[in-house]
């Protein structure tokens, strides 16, 4: 089956403490994407990736880093400075970041809970 | 900001057409209309998007005016699987990412 995976789908850290939330996908897309969404919100761009070995910050990045590798993965490290990091991480991609074939698709979720 | 106002929620009878207004009065002239919806927990699921023309797929419908400040998107025969939040969202198709989402419409689907 193509589409895209999250692991895990819930997770829980210390205060202090990084971690890093997987994200891969088999649909051979060049551009993937991290949103962040707090209860009732509508998602946040936090990072997004065109092409290989390539991103860009979106609307909230501080706090985060990611790294694109592989075409097919894209993860995001919450770092320590992120200020309040329990929200719900969703990846997406799609074909292309601009042009007509972009319409997103997304993982399932990963829920971050810090203690 | 979003660029989107939607109501917060909305009702609708199983098996009748739900009908989900929103407002983009400012949009620009190569800004699409998408609509995405999230049921509970999951990743949101891409529905359809338009320009100017009124779009169908196999999910929904999508009516734009023809001043494109405002849509509809229209299930037609709603299922209780349809419960969700419902995005709608303007996009410039040049823009390299950006999806400014807006909280959407809490639609419940009632037996």
């Known amino acids: 089956d193509g589409g895209i995976t999250q692991s895990p789908k819930y997770l829980f850290r210390k205060e202090g403490q990084n971690v890093t939330l997987s994200c891969e996908q088999n649909?051979?897309?060049?551009?993937m994407y991290w949103y962040r969404q707090d209860p009732g919100q509508g998602l946040r761009l936090i990072y997004y990736?065109?092409?290989?070995?390539?991103?860009q910050k979106g609307d909230i990045a501080e706090g985060y880093s990611v790294s694109r590798e592989k075409k097919e993965s894209f993860p995001l490290t919450v770092t320590s400075a992120q200020k309040n990091p329990t929200a719900f991480y969703l990846c997406?991609?799609?074909?292309?970041?601009?042009?007509?074939?972009?319409?997103?698709?997304f993982g399932p979720g990963t829920r971050l809970t810090v203690l | 900001d979003a660029k989107t106002t939607q109501p917060p929620s909305m009702d609708c009878a199983e098996g009748r057409a739900a009908n989900l207004p929103c407002n983009h009065s400012?949009?620009?002239?190569?800004?699409?209309v998408y609509w995405y919806r999230q049921i509970h927990s999951q990743g949101p699921q891409y529905i359809i998007h338009?320009?100017?023309?009124?779009e169908t797929n196999e999910m929904a419908s999508l009516i734009i005016t023809e001043d494109r400040k405002s849509s509809t998107l229209i299930l037609p025969h709603a299922t209780l699987r349809d419960t969700a939040v419902y995005y709608c969202?303007?996009?410039?198709?040049?823009?390299?990412?950006?999806?400014?989402w807006g909280a959407g419409t809490k639609l419940i689907i009632k037996p």
């Open positions: 997406a991609s799609s074909i292309t970041a601009s042009g007509r074939r972009n319409e997103q698709f």
């Open positions: 649909l051979n897309h060049d551009a």
């Open positions: 990736s065109q092409i290989v070995n390539d991103f």
């Open positions: 400012t949009i620009s002239g190569n800004e699409y």
């Open positions: 338009g320009l100017k023309n009124n």
């Open positions: 969202i303007v996009r410039v198709m040049d823009s390299n990412y950006q999806l400014i």
